[in-house]
């Protein structure tokens, strides 16, 4: 029987052509129907174009279909569920930025955590708890796998509303940067190894062995002796060389999330400005991309449907997953966002953790990995018990807590004082007002 894919937030052109060309390679879904659900007709249609010319260019028997503002028969009985979403556009998302900065706290992306990143949860999570109610209703064993930011939050609400779904967020973050440092190595990905866990964004490699060889000493010299390869991470390397282990996303994001780059302009100016990789830091770096691909959106989407097909798998995780799971049930590890059941032993119980985890035929398993070590774990603390109060403000109304969250979130609390922080969040709350009317007065 053929299985049944829906991707809510199907107009997201990059990510969801990606997704179900890497899923047709897939023999045991070769013939799935393929649901697109989204609010943006014209995004969407561009999508569907798309992955038509990759069902005619590898001859898949599977079947496209489109759904207008229609969760809920998008999602009938659906296997896989995925989500890529943005609730509220450019408008809305410019305050997590633009408030903050006002009062000195100069964000890079703001998708994660801080008060950007809380204030994008509390718009995004009641949307996320409908589309897990109607998946509760209408597809309960279907495998929900989460792709929209901020990741940890999310899923923490999630999980912690509908525990009997399957539900796991996913980045990319930690096969990226895998990748990177295999790179700057100069070794095969295929002879590397590592155990990967903390939060997202926030993740350490707790190991990184080529052949079953520690290649921490290797790395520590090539970025102390390369200056090349020390600028490209600038944030990314300083906090390595003192932490001891490697975190997964850029410089940019994880300058954002710590109290050590970007408290004043000095800092901001030698971290943050100068990184050769994608992601060094600068001020708004998301927004500003956000605003130039809104403007450009036909342009661009149009160029991209006159590039050639091509139908080479690449190494998205989800569809690896869903094939463990309910297609030739080969085992797949990777690394997932679940709740911390015991599975980081000094992280908070239940707080949403970035940890290995097994699909197979069985579901999704994740691998105990024990205690950090003192200073990770001490830093990772900070981000959970935040992120944990944030996401009970969500769930509670409260914003009392959202407030404390932005109060001891690091790079917030290292720039502002308590009243100015107060003085922020119901800046934030005025110009959300919008989509929090569910928080109490």
Known sequence: MSKVFTVIGGGSFGFTTTLVRDLLT???????????????EKRMGFVAKRLQQIKEAGNYPCTIKTFLNDRRAALDGADGVVCTILQGGPEIFRTDIEIPYKYGVDINIGDTRGPSGIFR?????????????????????????????PMAMLCNAMQKSYPNLS??????????TAHMLAEWLGVDMKDVTYLCAGV???????????????????????????????????????????????????????SEYVAWFRKRKDLIEKYCTTGTNWNPGEHAYILNEY???????????????????????????????FNAIFGDNTPFKFNGNIPNKGLIDNLPYDCCVEVPVWASKDGLEGIKVGALPDQLALLNNITARCEELA????????????????????????????????????????????YLGYFKD
């Not at 897939?26 to 943006?40: K, S």
């Open 26 to 40: 897939f023999p045991a879904f070769r013939d799935a129907e393929l649901r697109l659900m989204d609010i943006n």
């Open 121 to 149: 949860a509390l718009r995004t999570i009641p949307i996320m708890l409908d589309i897990c109610k109607d998946i509760e209703e209408i597809c309960p064993k279907a495998i929900f796998l989460n792709y929209t930011n």
């Open 167 to 176: 539900v796991t967020g996913l980045c990319h973050s930690v096969q990226g």
């Open 200 to 254: 997202n964004h926030q993740a350490h490699y707790l190991k990184f062995e080529v052949k079953g060889e520690d290649a921490y000493p290797s790395l520590r010299k090539v970025i102390s002796e390369n200056e090349e390869i020390l600028n490209k991470e600038q944030v990314r390397n300083e906090m390595f060389l003192k932490l001891g282990y490697y975190v997964t996303e850029s410089s940019g994001h994880n």
């Open 291 to 321: 605003l130039k691909n809104y403007q450009n959106f036909d342009s661009i989407t149009e160029e991209e449907l006159k590039k050639e097909i091509d139908l080479k798998r690449g190494q998205e995780y989800a569809t690896q997953i």
């Open 391 to 434: 996401v009970k403000g969500a769930l509670e109304g409260d914003k009392t807590k959202v407030y404390h969250a932005c109060l001891f979130d690091p790079l917030t609390s290292a720039v502002l004082s308590m009243d100015e922080i107060k003085n922020m969040v119901d800046e934030m709350f005025e110009a959300n007002k919008d």
